[in-house]
């Protein structure tokens, strides 16, 4: 079975940083596209950055030069850095592991809350 669980949320002021991490057990994340999406409340989820399997990435411009992907396949594990962080920001993050078409793996985490309030 393949759990997602993502950490690092909590409550900011404007400008400052976090790092949220999405760690994937029961799968092996080197051939997946990693997701990072965000909801904030009132809003449809939408995606805001991501990194394929061959390390390409790919970021919304909201959020371009703020926020930074990456993922450590050894320890199954994406980041995301988030810098100059800003109340429009506020959201849940969710993280997602897409598999290639042929495998239809699809997982979410259960998200980590993001708050930027002074």
């Known amino acids: 079975q393949v759990h997602v669980v993502e950490s690092g949320g909590g409550l900011v002021q404007p400008g400052g940083s976090l790092r949220l991490s999405c760690t994937v057990s029961?799968?092996?994340?080197?051939?997946?596209?990693m997701n990072w999406y965000r909801q904030a409340p009132g809003k449809e989820r939408e995606l805001v950055t991501s990194?394929?399997?061959?390390?390409?990435?790919i970021i919304v411009d909201s959020v371009k030069g703020r926020f930074t992907i990456s993922r450590d396949n050894a320890k199954n594990t994406m980041y995301l850095q988030m810098n100059s962080l800003q109340p429009e920001d506020t959201a849940t993050y969710y993280c997602?592991?897409?598999?290639?078409?042929?495998?239809?793996?699809?997982?979410w985490g259960q998200g980590t809350q993001v708050t930027v309030s002074s």
């Open positions: 997602n592991a897409q598999g290639p078409p042929y495998t239809q793996d699809n997982y």
């Open positions: 990194i394929f399997s061959n390390g390409l990435e």
């Open positions: 029961g799968s092996d994340i080197s051939i997946y596209t």
